[in-house]
T-cell receptor, first 116, second 115 residues
Framework: DAGVIQSPRHEVTEMGQEVTLRCKPI?????LFWYRQTMMRGLELLIY????????DSGMPEDRFSAKMPNASFSTLKIQPSEPRDSAVYFC??????????????FGEGSRLTVL | AQKVTQAQTEISVVEKEDVTLDCVYE???????LFWYKQPPSGELVFLIR??????QNEISGRYSWNFQKSTSSFNFTITASQVVDSAVYFC????????????FGAGTRLFVKA
């Protein structure tokens, strides 16, 4: 079975450019999470969706960041305009929660973003 | 508010030593889940274990064992007879029911196992 698929795996861009990261969760999973990992801040939860609906976006750094989940099989994280401090590895994860429970997270391989 | 503290930033051991990674959590919920994940040098995040707040039974899986104590809000992870392949960053995580089960992570503990 396919795991969580993220693209691109690596992105190098210049400050001010728009960046779009993509994620395909595991089929049947109803929760999707976007995390950012840096040496300084570790793994930060940016936003998560339940049944395609954003539940908590309090971790989104600022208005330059936006995330969407138009359907159960696709999500995007957009940064516009990008800044050097956005350089990080962005992970997408999905999980299956049933009846008020939470399952473990299945992570994609991450998208390494470098903003010059 | 939920919080996970992994006070040990880095631990270095020699192969075959036992090592315990500490995790302390904070939550106001009575229903929550605790997790451990491993991030080897290759960078992927791998699930190791999940416990719910109503199950304090300790668990053993091969060389890995977990000690969950609600009285001290701790969920510690022990590797017995460590091996070089255990070298990785280990994350403890917490998911609360009132938070919609969002999962937050501790800062991680980097484990070096030397041959």
């Amino acid at each position: 079975d396919a795991g969580v698929i993220q693209s691109p795996r690596h992105e190098v861009t210049e400050m001010g450019q728009e960046v779009t990261l993509r994620c395909k969760p595991i089929s049947g999973h109803n929760s999707l999470f976007w995390y950012r990992q840096t040496m300084m801040r570790g793994l930060e939860l940016l936003i998560y969706f339940n049944n395609n609906v954003p539940i908590d976006d309090s971790g989104m750094p600022e208005d330059r960041f936006s995330a969407k989940m138009p359907n159960a099989s696709f999500s995007t994280l957009k940064i516009q305009p990008s800044e050097p401090r956005d350089s990080a590895v962005y992970f997408c994860a999905s999980s299956l929660g049933q009846g008020g429970t939470t399952g473990e997270l299945f992570f994609g391989e991450g998208s390494r973003l470098t903003v010059l | 508010a939920q919080k996970v503290t992994q006070a040990q930033t880095e631990i270095s051991v020699v192969e075959k030593e036992d090592v315990t990674l500490d995790c302390v959590y904070e939550t106001r919920d009575t229903t929550y889940y605790l997790f451990w994940y491993k991030q080897p040098p290759s960078g992927e995040l791998v699930f190791l274990i999940r416990r719910n707040s109503f199950d304090e039974q300790n668990e053993i899986s091969g060389r890995y064992s977990w000690n969950f104590q609600k009285s001290t809000s701790s969920f510690n992870f022990t590797i017995t007879a460590s091996q070089v392949v255990d070298s990785a960053v280990y994350f403890c995580a917490l998911s609360e029911s009132t938070g919609g089960f969002k999962t937050i992570f501790g800062a991680g503990t980097r484990l070096f196992v030397k041959a």
